[in-house]
């Protein structure tokens, strides 16, 4: 079956690292996408890896590895905007997109 | 600018109501999509349109039905035989040319049903 796992909820302090895990069983695999979406509104995409390794853009990076089925998604230099959920979405043998149920990430002072 | 317009935000129905959500992009992009988003569940696919006239099913188009008769235009009708309607409902589209799965969502539309 096509399966997408990430944790539910986490919290983090502003200024701090935080690292959002998730791990897919899917049929097939053609790439990773992380999309951040705040309360009410539109998901926008931020990430995509279709080779092991670590994509780095500003305070955001993902990180893959294929053959754990695994990704993270790192976030430096938390700041309050940075309160959403983030979702992980694996686009698999037929080139359909799995998502995640999303982790809704909570920034404190 | 360019964007994805999806109208109404918020919408209301009575049991055994159809009801349209609208969706419109001014993007140029080819294929549009239709996901349903409920609390704890990853967004799941109801319709998708890789070009205009054609349409394919998603993975829960039972008591959903679209037309994709202009290219900037993909409305989506939520019939009466759908059992479970109330949802978050967002509509998307994207580029050929971009990567595969790199989407433009728009602000979604919040159907409950009474």
């Known amino acids: 079956g096509q399966n997408i796992d990430q944790p539910t909820e986490m919290t983090a302090t502003e200024g701090a690292i935080v690292q959002i895990n998730c791990t897919n069983q899917?049929?097939?695999?053609?790439?990773l996408f992380w999309y951040q979406q705040h309360a009410g509104e539109a998901p926008t995409f931020l990430s995509y890896n279709v080779l092991d390794g670590l994509e780095e853009k500003g305070r955001f990076s993902s990180f893959l590895s294929r053959s754990k089925g695994y990704s993270y998604l790192l976030l430096k230099e938390l700041q309050m905007k940075d309160s959403a959920s983030y979702l992980c979405a694996v686009l698999d043998s037929n080139y359909q997109l799995i998502w995640g149920a999303g982790t809704k990430l909570i920034i404190k002072p | 600018d360019g964007g994805i317009t999806q109208s109404p935000k918020y919408l209301f129905r009575k049991e055994g109501q159809n009801v349209t959500l609208s969706c419109e992009q001014n993007l140029n992009h080819d294929a549009m999509y239709w996901y349903r988003q409920d609390p704890g569940q990853g967004l799941r696919l109801i319709y998708y349109?890789?070009?205009?006239?054609?349409?394919q099913k998603g993975d829960i188009a039972e008591g959903y039905s679209v037309s994709r008769e202009k290219k900037e235009s993909f409305p989506l009708t939520v019939t009466s035989a759908q059992k479970n309607p109330t949802a978050f409902y967002l509509c998307?589209?994207?580029?050929?040319?971009?990567?595969?799965?790199?989407?433009?969502f728009g602000e979604g539309s919040r159907l409950t049903v009474l």
């Open positions: 998307a589209s994207s580029n050929q040319d971009r990567e595969v799965g790199e989407l433009f």
């Open positions: 899917t049929s097939g695999f053609n790439g």
């Open positions: 349109s890789q070009i205009v006239n054609d349409f």
